[in-house]
């Protein structure tokens, strides 16, 4: 196993370019298996989770071959096995988006039912309910969700609250259903609309994209298609927090700055200076610390649960008392018992982090708990004084891309090193 050491007190200078985003990519790979052909996928971004889905949908039948550092061809005209085992989805909750495209491809999927993860219970029930609105057959056997589409057809889909994994599942069994289908309270982020932008491509006719109902009239057959990943703008804006902290002054290229509105008018609140230049931001903190500002996390446009630990951890040092509330999630506050090994003074209360700014963090040996509780981790020690070493890393490798490369090219003094104490 890998850790994070890091030496803090470096401000980050420099430029810095974001990947594709993890959250839009995997389900583009699930689409693929819709339609039997070729396809190419680009800005890919080098990560665990990608690896994951494309061990499973290779399982499935699906040949994919890296033809470039981010580009993968994906050819489905093998695809001939519907079962999506335990082993894989067990590793990655994403894995259970390959259950709209099995439905819309196959007309049948059976799926390891996933479980929770150290975020939250994350059920699927919704997921459900929305295929079951479609005309599906859905049942729980040994461990394992088993849906028939014999006779696949449009249906009226209201979502309890918006899930973005749900509407992606739904968009994909009903491309191809008879009829047309309605997701009311559809989920409105980003990685939704490069989905359907996908299917578009592909000959699917959507409408609606983007706001909260979403209409999907079925057609016979798609084409396979050539796509380019959005750019991840959770991997941008953990940079912006990175220079907040360090005061630093960067330039975030290749990401799009409305993605981020939330985030960066946050962080603007925060006392940083955030520019948009196209498809670029350029951020500066020039204030010796930042602003105490209060956060409450909302599905899109909201500002991004994926966001709350790596902004606790600027909030660490804010001048101010600051109130971050997590409504996305019941269980993403592990970060703040590894912040107060840094010397953070962070209360939580039911779902809500009291957070009383300090002068200094002090480096710690810290432990990762999940991706973004990671970054925040990394954030933390970016800023403090002396050694933090972070271990339990592989979580942050699911999700970004050379994190350390990426910020070592702005200046920070960060490296990968083997974990002695930990097993392999
Ligand atoms: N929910 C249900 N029932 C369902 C589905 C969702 O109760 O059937 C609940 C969830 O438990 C949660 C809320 O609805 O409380 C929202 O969950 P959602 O379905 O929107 O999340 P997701 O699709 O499982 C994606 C991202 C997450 C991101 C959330 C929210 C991917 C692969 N994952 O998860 O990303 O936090 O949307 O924006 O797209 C991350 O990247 O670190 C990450 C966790």
């Known amino acids: 196993m890998d850790k994070f050491v890091i030496e803090g007190g470096e401000r980050l200078a420099g430029t810095v370019r974001v990947g594709g985003s993890k959250n839009a ?12 052909g070729i396809y190419t996928i680009g800005n890919v971004p080098r990560l665990r989770d990608v690896n994951t889905m494309i061990r499973l949908v290779t399982l499935l039948g699906v040949r994919a ?22 082993e894989v989805v067990k590793e990655m909750r994403a894995s259970v988006l390959v259950l709209g495209s099995l439905i819309g491809g196959m007309r049948k999927a059976t799926v390891s039912y996933p479980g929770g993860c150290a975020i939250g219970e994350r059920p699927i029930n919704l997921h459900l309910q929305g295929l079951a609105a479609l005309g599906c057959e859905v049942a729980i056997r040994e461990g394992y969700v088993d849906v028939t589409a014999n006779a696949l057809k449009g249906g009226r889909v209201v979502f309890d609250a918006p899930t973005v994994g749900g509407t992606e599942n739904i968009l994909m069994a009903a491309v191809t259903a008879k009829g047309e289908t309605v997701i009311e309270n559809a989920a409105r982020e980003p990685e939704v609309i490069d989905l359907v932008r996908m299917l578009k491509r592909m000959g699917a006719k959507i ?21 380019d990943v959005i750019p991840d703008r959770i991997e941008a804006g953990t940079f912006l927090a990175a220079c907040g902290i360090t005061r630093g002054n960067i330039v975030i290229e290749g990401c799009v700055p409305h993605h981020l509105k939330a ?52 909030m660490c040092i804010s001048k101010g008392v600051s109130a971050i509330t997590e409504t996305i999630f019941e269980n993403r506050m592990m970060h703040a018992a590894e912040l107060r090994r840094m010397g953070a003074d962070v209360r939580v209360i039911g779902n809500t982090a009291i957070v009383t700014g300090k002068d200094m963090l002090s480096g710690a040996k810290v ?26 890393i592989y979580h942050i490798d699911r999700g970004y891309e050379a994190i350390e490369e990426k910020l070592k090219g702005l200046g920070a003094k960060i490296s990968r090193r083997k974990d002695e104490g930990m097993g392999s």
């Not at 409408?207 to 796509?227: A, F, H, M, N, Q």
């Not at 990762?368 to 800023?383: C, F, N």
């Open 65 to 86: 071959e890296w033809v470039d550092k981010n580009r993968l061809r994906i050819d489905t005209t093998g695809v001939d096995n519907h079962v999506a085992p335990y």
């Open 207 to 227: 409408d609606g994209e983007g706001s909260d109902t979403i209409t999907i009239k079925g057609v016979r057959s798609l084409t396979p298609c050539d796509y």
């Open 25 to 36: 990519v995997l389900p583009l790979l699930a689409a693929t298996i819709l339609q039997k």
């Open 263 to 314: 985030v960066t008018d946050k962080l603007r609140e925060a006392g940083m200076d955030i520019i948009e230049d196209g498809n670029s931001l350029r951020a500066a903190m020039t204030k010796k610390r930042p602003f105490a500002i209060d956060i409450k996390t909302t599905p899109y446009p909201g500002f991004p649960t994926d966001m709350q630990a790596q902004t606790m951890a600027l």
């Open 367 to 392: 432990m990762a708990t999940d991706l973004r509780a990671s970054a925040s981790l990394i954030i933390a020690g970016l800023a403090a004084y002396g050694t933090t070493e972070v271990s339990r």
